[in-house]
């Protein structure tokens, strides 16, 4: 493609200039306001300018792409909610031995997930969870971290899904998930192992603490936690409630009536001895109950008889035990809605478990779909609307955490990228490499490699995808 007119390529250089600018810095101090305004204002730039007409723009964004990251956000927002990295964390942490095991699962587990769940998500989520085990260890967190931020970026490279750049790549190139996968996953296994074994060498000595230290606070900290759980309020603890005679529950019935500041604590320890009699009280039984403290009543009302002291106390008991009876209501039939609710919260919990399966299995099918072939974009947002159906609810909660200034954010560079390379400036440096970076042989390989590795972090990966994707598809 040749070069456009001096003043176009000006212009366009400066609208490109303006996105990536805010792209790279999105806080600068000029124009604090983000990378999605920023991508905004590029592509606008670039059809006010006149280097792309709006045409061209509305031509420019790559549906698919959006589709595809539409659907993928929505996976991972269903798998987050099925507690699928909650597991994953737990991996990190089942029969650790130290730090630098912890270490290394951690270079592995955020390497297969990212390729899998993409590596933005499982950064986000992980690194809860990573913090968590770094704590509870007494060991520095930089490691761990440093860990998750390199593997995940080198195990995404894998999948088309397991970042941005890879969707770019693979939508606009054809190739299919399973020829991305063959072609990449031997150079992302030796990456992913030379990374690990950098990251121990480096970081031996400081992960090398004493076992003795770990072990005690780990298990120092477990003991806090037990704690904590033991001295939590319980009303089962205050059995000793129960133990009170009735004279002395009389006697604090009379003082709670003299004494309104009691009342309060009065009726709080009734409710406490009604819920402990309420436990050993079963629906059935009722009737045997009624018929003992009959029995009882009348046995107290023979023996009070011609003694007025005795009958003085026979009657405090029996008024006891009626304002018991009304005030906390411990009848044996209220114990069967208690009864009910473990039944309840066992179906709930099997309902969940249904639940989680069916994410996980439309998990599966929609990546044993993706490696047969099928259309990525569509099988991505066919199974993400079959969890939304079989989530049978409001969708909204779910569909609120996508990310779609991410989505605007593409929506805006396809535009202001689209508009760049209309400049020519991309043809003229391709046409400027190409004869030195030809495929077949180490040199251009080598070349073509470095050129890339060095745009990637000045002008940011996504954009140096999208203007050599094209070029390097019509060179194979």
């Known amino acids: 493609m040749a070069m456009a007119a001096p ?22 101090p000029f124009l604090p306001v983000g990378r999605t305004a920023g991508s905004l204002l590029g592509a606008m730039l670039m059809v006010i300018f006149r280097v792309i007409s709006p045409d061209d723009a509305y031509d420019a964004i790559d549906l698919p792409i959006l589709g595809l990251l539409f659907g993928t956000m929505v996976v991972s927002v269903f798998l987050e909610k099925a507690d699928m990295f909650e597991y994953l964390g737990k991996l990190l942490s089942w029969k650790s031995r130290g730090g630098k095991d912890l270490l290394f699962r951690i270079c592995i587990v955020s390497a297969v997930s990212s390729a899998l769940f993409t590596n933005d998500t499982c950064c986000v989520v992980l690194t809860e969870f990573i913090l968590k085990l770094a704590r509870q ?18 195990g995404s490279a894998a999948t088309p899904i397991g970042n941005p750049q ?19 996953f031997p150079a992302v296994l030796v990456g992913g192992l030379v990374n690990a074994a950098i990251l121990l060498c480096y970081f031996w000595k400081l992960l090398s603490a004493d076992k003795d230290e770990e072990v005690a606070s780990t298990v120092g900290d477990v003991v806090a936690e037990v704690d904590m759980t033991l001295h939590r309020f319980s009303p089962a603890t205050m059995s000793h409630l129960t133990s009170m005679n009735s004279q002395e529950f009389a006697s604090a019935m009379d003082s709670s009536a003299r004494s309104p500041s009691l009342s309060g604590e009065f009726a709080h320890t009734c409710s406490l001895r009604c819920r402990t009699n309420s436990v050993d009280i079963d629906a059935p039984n009722a009737s045997g109950i009624e018929s003992t403290r009959a029995s009882s009543a009348s046995r107290e009302a023979a023996e009070g008889a011609g003694n007025p002291q005795r009958e003085e106390g026979v009657s405090s008991r ?31 919990r099997w309902k969940g478990r249904i639940w989680k399966t069916c994410v996980y299995l439309g998990t599966i099918g929609m990546l044993i779909s993706l490696l047969m072939g099928l259309n990525m974009s569509w099988t991505a947002i066919t199974a993400a609307l079959a969890m939304v159906v079989l989530d049978f609810r409001d969708a909204r909660p779910c569909l609120e955490k996508v990310s779609y200034s991410l989505l605007i954010f593409f929506c805006g560079m396809f535009i202001t990228v689209d508009g760049f390379n209309k400049t020519g400036i991309p043809s003229a440096l391709w046409d400027f490499l190409e004869p030195h970076s030809h495929i077949d042989t180490a040199s251009g390989v080598a070349l073509l490699s470095l050129v890339i590795l060095l745009l990637s972090n000045v002008a940011s990966n996504v954009p140096t995808g ?8 019509n060179n194979l």
């Open 318 to 348: 029996r008024v006891s035990r009626s304002f018991s009876s009304q005030r906390c209501g411990c009848r044996g039939e209220e114990a069967s809605p208690q009864a009910s609710e473990p039944r309840e919260s066992s179906m709930e």
């Open 466 to 473: 999208m203007s050599f994707s094209p070029f390097l598809t």
């Open 7 to 28: 003043v176009k390529v000006v212009l366009g250089c400066i609208a490109f200039g303006v996105f990536w600018v805010l792209a790279v810095f999105p806080a600068v």
């Open 166 to 184: 890879n969707l770019v790549i693979a939508v606009q190139s054809g190739i299919s998930f399973g020829k991305f996968l063959a072609g990449l």
């Open 137 to 154: 260890n007494n060991l520095p967190p930089q490691p761990f971290l440093l860990a998750l931020a390199s593997s995940s970026n080198i």
